[in-house]
Nanobody, 117 residues
Framework: QVQLVESGGGLVQAGGSLRLSCAASGSIFSINNMGWYRQPPGKQRELVASSTSGGYGWTNYADSVKGRFTISRDNTKKTLYLQMNSLKPEDTAVYYC?????????WGQGTQVTVSS
């Protein structure tokens, strides 16, 4: 009954932009604690960006994406976003959204982002 549906991935040239979306539905009443992760080919999943808005809000970015990526949310739509600018070939990966609700982690299915060089 909990579902995270991702969209927005694709193939772009280096320097291009993409915006990923992750729509949550079902028994999730808050998207305060959220994050984006990615898994490059043959590598481990890694944190890209995370954020909380439950009280003292904060955002956290991997050093590799600071200044280029922006994490955001739409609470009404219960949707997460990842705006990706100035994309580099090393950004190529499957991107996953994540929401923590009552101690459980919920994951999107993943969306492929490929940046050509």
């Amino acid at each position: 009954q909990v579902q995270l549906v991702e969209s927005g991935g694709g193939l772009v040239q280096a320097g291009g932009s993409l915006r990923l979306s992750c729509a949550a539905s079902g028994s999730i009443f808050s998207i305060n604690n959220m994050g984006w992760y990615r898994q490059p080919p043959g590598k481990q999943r890694e944190l890209v960006a995370s954020s909380t808005s439950g009280g003292y809000g904060w955002t956290n970015y991997a050093d590799s994406v600071k200044g280029r990526f922006t994490i955001s949310r739409d609470n009404t739509k219960k949707t997460l976003y990842l705006q990706m600018n100035s994309l580099k070939p090393e950004d190529t990966a499957v991107y996953y959204c994540n929401i923590n609700w009552h101690g459980n982690n919920y994951w999107g299915q993943g969306t492929q982002v490929t940046v050509s060089s």
